[in-house]
């Protein structure tokens, strides 16, 4: 199976700060990465698939990049809303894998 | 609106089994393929298993297979989630996610609320 790790496991940043959160895979994936965010007790929400692109409705601060091994997901300017936990996730394989997840909390 | 509602969640001991449902609306169920996901208290998401729009390919993680089924119902909308012989660490909330896609290799841009599922004696 193709291992997700994300990193770091939490972090805690400012209102208006850059935050950048990054997923390596055990192995090449292309570009078969997508972003989640999940407020406590909520369902997951989809913010980026295929490594970059943004999904409808999702803010135009939220961007993503990366391929082969090596993604990131940047927050340009961190809005209270945005505090949340934030999951990668691998599709290249049918064996679908998450990372472990960043929380993302208030400074 | 598009959406999934799942039930069948509950209290069951070890070794029991239960089936969960999730019926979707406001899209073509038929079109695509659907996933299980479920989170343990406290801890983060995993994926369980993924059924094609079809039902022609089915995947499971390790820790479920040959206990878990998965199938669907495309005249009812429905999917289900057939849990047998229960583990303690199979206690999670479940949720069901529509892919983007007619197989299992696109984001879930649909997911149920959850339905809580607690394995103990």
């Known amino acids: 199976d193709i291992q997700m790790t994300q990193s770091p496991s939490s972090l805690s940043a400012s209102v208006g700060d850059r935050v950048t959160i990054t997923c390596r895979a055990s192995?090449?994936?292309?570009?078969?990465l997508n972003w989640y965010q999940q407020k406590p007790g909520k369902a997951p929400n989809l913010l980026i698939s295929?490594?970059?692109t943004l999904q409808s409705g999702v803010p135009s601060r939220f961007s993503g990049s990366g391929s082969g091994t090596d993604f990131t997901l940047t927050i340009s300017s961190l809005q209270p809303e945005d505090f949340a936990t934030y999951y990668c996730?691998?599709?290249?394989?049918?064996?679908?894998?998450f990372g472990g997840g960043t929380k993302v909390e208030i400074k | 609106q598009v959406q999934l509602v799942e039930s069948g969640g509950g209290v069951v001991q070890p070794g029991r089994s239960l089936r969960l449902s999730c019926g979707a609306s406001?899209?073509?169920?038929?079109?695509?393929?659907m996933h299980w996901v479920r989170q343990a208290p406290g801890k983060g998401l995993e994926w369980v298993a993924v059924?094609?729009?079809?039902?022609?390919?089915?995947?499971?993680v390790d820790s479920v297979k040959g206990r878990f089924t998965i199938s669907r119902d495309n005249s009812k909308n429905t999917l289900y989630l057939q849990m047998n012989s229960l583990r303690a660490e199979d206690t999670a909330v479940y949720y069901c996610?529509?892919?983007?896609?007619f197989g299992g290799g696109d984001g879930m841009d649909v997911w149920g609320q959850g339905t809580t599922v607690t394995v103990s004696s």
């Open positions: 996730q691998q599709t290249f394989s049918p064996l679908v894998t």
């Open positions: 192995q090449t994936i292309s570009r078969d």
């Open positions: 295929a490594a970059s």
């Open positions: 406001g899209f073509t169920f038929s079109d695509y393929g």
């Open positions: 059924i094609w729009y079809d039902g022609s390919n089915i995947y499971y």
């Open positions: 996610a529509k892919d983007g896609a």
